[in-house]
T-cell receptor, first 114, second 114 residues
Framework: GENVEQHPSTLSVQEGDSAVIKCTYS??????FPWYKQELGKRPQLIID?????GEKKDQRIAVTLNKTAKHFSLHITETQPEDSAVYFC?????????????FGTGTRLQVTL | NAGVTQTPKFQVLKTGQSMTLQCAQD?????MSWYRQDPGMGLRLIHYSVGAGITDQGEVPNGYNVSRSTTEDFPLRLLSAAPSQTSVYFC?????????????FGPGTRLTVT
């Protein structure tokens, strides 16, 4: 089955700096890569995603990149703010036409300090 | 639209007791899933369903049963609770679209087994 590894497990940055979280996946059949943000005590929420036929996608201060050859994808947050502090999860999805399964990374706890 | 709802929000069980965690969605999604979240281990898939009457095992299915008699509901049953099942449980529903898969989480149930 799919295996998704995520690094680092914790990340501390100063407000205004950039943060980068990296993930690798094992199954070349994975074709969709969402990122979720989970604030303390709350549910994971989708913040951005990227399909396998796209190399980069940007939405305001967040961007994702995908390198299919190397099987890795990354989340970039620029101009970080205190409200960006949360746990971020990457995931890989295999869409077979009859089923879709997400495999999550183990998460990155991002702390943005003033 | 209520989205994905879960009940109860909190539950304490004694070892050996049984109970059902309820999950419902009003988005007419074909996919529904149950995850458990433990510190440092991310989100692990317990069971999932691709439609009414169809269920399958995820990564950690032992000790849990599911059924899906309607599109809207996907209950998770703990047959004989064990302390190792202390966790936060998230239900999710989702749908596929061209090249992707949208998944939304419920608010979670915090379960403690003593």
């Amino acid at each position: 089955g799919e295996n998704v590894e995520q690094h680092p497990s914790t990340l501390s940055v100063q407000e205004g700096d950039s943060a980068v979280i990296k993930c690798t996946y094992s199954d070349s059949a994975s074709n969709y890569f969402p990122w979720y943000k989970q604030e303390l005590g709350k549910r994971p929420q989708l913040i951005i995603d990227i399909r396998s036929n796209v190399g980069e996608k940007k939405d305001q201060r967040i961007a994702v990149t995908l390198n299919k050859t190397a099987k890795h994808f990354s989340l970039h947050i620029t101009e970080t703010q205190p409200e960006d502090s949360a746990v971020y999860f990457c995931a890989g999805v295999i869409n077979t036409g009859t089923a879709s399964k997400l495999t999550f990374g183990t998460g990155t706890r991002l702390q943005v300090t003033l | 639209n209520a989205g994905v709802t879960q009940t109860p929000k909190f539950q304490v069980l004694k070892t050996g007791q049984s109970m059902t965690l309820q999950c419902a969605q009003d988005m007419n999604h074909e996919y529904m899933s149950w995850y458990r979240q433990d510190p440092g281990m991310g989100l692990r898939l317990i069971h999932y369903s691709v439609g009414a009457g169809i269920t399958d095992q995820g990564e950690v299915p032992n000790g849990y049963n599911v059924s899906r008699s309607t599109t809207e509901d996907f209950p998770l049953r703990l047959l004989s609770a064990a302390p190792s099942q202390t966790s936060v449980y998230f239900c999710a529903s989702g749908r596929t679209f061209l090249g992707g898969y949208e998944q939304y989480f419920g608010p979670g149930t915090r379960l403690t087994v003593t």
